[in-house]
């Protein structure tokens, strides 16, 4: 028998980042039953190769996920055979990272007898800010909004009527936005992950000093382009003394030019959906300059803004363990097979009654 009000463990390994959650679903405010979670960060491990390297990524989540589920049972006080469900991104992702985290879920619901969830990614993102109390005078979350989902692997923009049906309004011809990001701090020289490092030293740029394009703002449509971008600013930096001010000024001039093109982009996705809510989650959505600039629009034109707090923002279990739990509570969940997905369209999944 499925108990909806048992806790539900989420675990997420579709990249470099081991997450695992417990939560227990409040119908009423469905973020707020956040017993524990536990993240690992791999970023040490693939500093010296300048990305991630599946192979080793997936290693690690075998080295690293057990001992997280443990570290999350205690620090919530709940045993193993109290748990109702468990949850796990199975995709889209890294194939072989993907496995370890399916494996592991699988195996622990095989032997509880209770459910397994698949979780998609990028409806844990999108699900995110509902972890969060609302901002002072801000109505609660609740469809039908866009939420801009920008991470290094993804940049989209997605209409949401209800949960579990999405529109994918716009997408990226090439590069997502974090990626840009990444890859532009590395010919500038800085280290890995670049795209903390250039927002943090833009903090120091001048604004007037370098102005790139806004790539794909000048013609209709939501699709996105960030590669033209990126090569605006390789020339800029050849063509500079390449000084430390230098760096600054021109990681301001790129911070500023995806930020404002985001911004624009989601004020017409708004306009053409006639929604007044805005979700913004993903890596990027940690980008202080982008939360500002979408929350000053807000106030501006009259939309509500809504984020994730930034430990939620980059991949963990939390936002897995919600999605899984709001599935589970619809009766949704799957058989026993192992099965993953590297590749899962956002707009096939089942809507939630």
């Not at 405010?29 to 990305?51: F, K, N, W």
């Not at 209800?162 to 990626?179: F, Q």
């Not at 619809?330 to 999944?349: F, K, M, S």
């Amino acid at each position: 028998m499925i108990d909806s009000k048992a806790p539900v463990l989420g675990i997420e390994s579709s990249c470099d980042e081991t997450g695992v959650a417990l939560l227990r679903l409040d119908p009423s405010a469905p973020g707020r039953g956040l017993l524990a979670h536990a993240l690992y960060s791999q970023v040490s491990l693939h500093a010296e190769y300048g990305g991630v390297v599946p192979e080793l990524a997936s290693r690690d989540h075998v080295r690293k996920l057990l001992p997280l589920v443990r570290q999350t049972l205690a620090d919530a006080g709940v045993g193993v055979r109290e748990l109702g469900a468990v949850a796990y991104t199975a995709g889209p992702g890294l194939v072989g990272a993907l496995l370890v985290g399916a494996a592991a879920a699988r195996a622990l619901a095989w032997a509880l007898e209770v459910p397994a969830i698949e979780v998609h990614h990028m409806e844990g993102h999108l699900l995110a800010p509902l972890l969060e109390e609302p901002a002072l005078g801000t109505k609660p979350l609740a469809p039908p909004f866009v939420a801009l989902l920008v991470s290094g692997g993804h940049s989209l923009l997605v209409g949401v009527e209800r949960v579990g049906s999405y529109v994918i309004l716009g997408d990226t011809l090439d590069d997502a936005a974090g990626e840009a990001f990444d890859k532009t701090a590395k010919l500038m020289g800085l280290p890995y992950p670049g795209g903390p490092a250039l927002a943090k030293i833009a903090e120091s740029g001048s604004p007037d000093a370098f102005r790139f394009s806004r790539p794909m703002t000048d013609r209709p449509g939501l699709d996105m382009s960030f590669s033209g971008l990126k090569t605006q600013v390789l020339l800029a930096w050849r063509g500079s003394d390449q000084s430390a001010q230098t760096r600054a000024d021109i990681a301001r001039g790129f911070e500023e030019a995806i930020v404002e093109t985001l911004a624009i982009k989601c004020r017409r996705a708004l306009a053409q959906t006639g929604y007044q809510r805005l979700v913004v989650s993903g890596g990027v959505g940690a980008n202080q300059r982008l939360r500002a600039q979408l929350a000053e629009a807000g106030q501006r034109e009259g939309f509500s803004t809504y984020f994730p707090r930034l430990q939620f923002c980059t991949d963990n279990g939390a936002m897995i363990a919600l999605a899984g739990s709001i599935r589970l509570a619809a009766g949704q969940h799957t058989g026993p097979e192992i099965r993953v997905r590297p590749r899962w369209n956002l707009e096939a999944l089942p809507e939630v009654a």
